[in-house]
């Protein structure tokens, strides 16, 4: 089997969504949401006539506000806003009929109180987002910036991306670049406390993209748990 068709379920410490008719107290001493890298999702072909588009796309099917400015900053921060390299030599038909990253926003559903569940996913190009109607912009960025270091590992680190757990530097990356926006990251992690606006973040995407290019330099490296388990670390995150 081509490691390209590879299926893989990681799980990360992201955050709960704040269910309809709950309250912070009953969802406090909860676990965080899963995170899925199901590689067999379909996408939509987005052209415009014989001309593919080049750059990162955002579809927002939800009433929640977005920023596809800053989040495509985001990605060019990563080298993902563009044709991606894993696109450019997909022989089997992974991509469809895309080369770029897609970002598509599902519309808000409801969830039962203190459950646990699955904000993002990244499979071969595509990021999806699935808020509740109480996710704020700065939790769909938050969430965002975890996937987007699983397309990063995907694209610029593939012999890493199979049989190694990106969660981890996802989580860190996530946190810490939610900090580098301005972001004041929740005593509990529950979609309404991240409070980041769309406007503290675009003030501060130049200190985001330096700090970037910082962390991506340093690199990351695969090891070994003592349970064995094998997950990918950043070098640095300074």
Not at 111 to 120: D, E, F, M, Q, R
């Amino acid at each position: 089997m081509s490691p390209l068709s590879h299926a893989t379920t990681c799980r990360g410490q992201l955050s709960l969504c704040l269910a309809k008719g709950s309250s912070d107290k009953s969802l406090s001493n909860k676990a965080a949401t899963s995170c899925s890298t199901h590689k067999n999702i379909h996408l939509r072909n987005y052209s415009f006539g014989k001309v593919k588009l080049n750059y990162m796309l955002v579809q927002n099917l939800s009433s929640r506000h977005i920023s596809r400015g800053v989040w495509t900053s985001l990605a060019t921060s990563l080298r993902l806003n563009g044709i991606l390299p894993g696109g450019l030599i997909d022989e089997i038909g992974m991509y469809r009929n895309h080369q770029q990253l897609f970002v598509k926003v599902y519309k808000e559903v409801h969830h039962p109180p203190g459950v646990t569940v699955t904000n993002g996913t990244y499979s071969y190009g595509e990021i999806t987002l699935h808020p509740c109607f109480h996710c704020t912009f700065g939790f769909l960025t938050f969430t965002l910036l975890h996937e987007l270091i699983h397309a990063w590992v995907h694209q610029f680190h593939p012999h890493l991306y199979d049989g190694w757990d990106s969660c981890q530097i996802g989580d860190e990356f996530a946190e810490e670049g939610y900090k580098q926006l301005g972001g004041i990251y929740p005593s509990k992690e529950i979609c309404t406390r991240y409070n980041l606006s769309i406007s503290k973040a675009r003030v501060h995407l130049k200190h985001f993209d330096e700090w970037v290019q910082r962390v991506t330099s340093n690199g990351i490296q695969s090891t070994k748990t003592a349970s064995n388990k094998r997950v990918l670390t950043w070098n640095s995150l300074k």
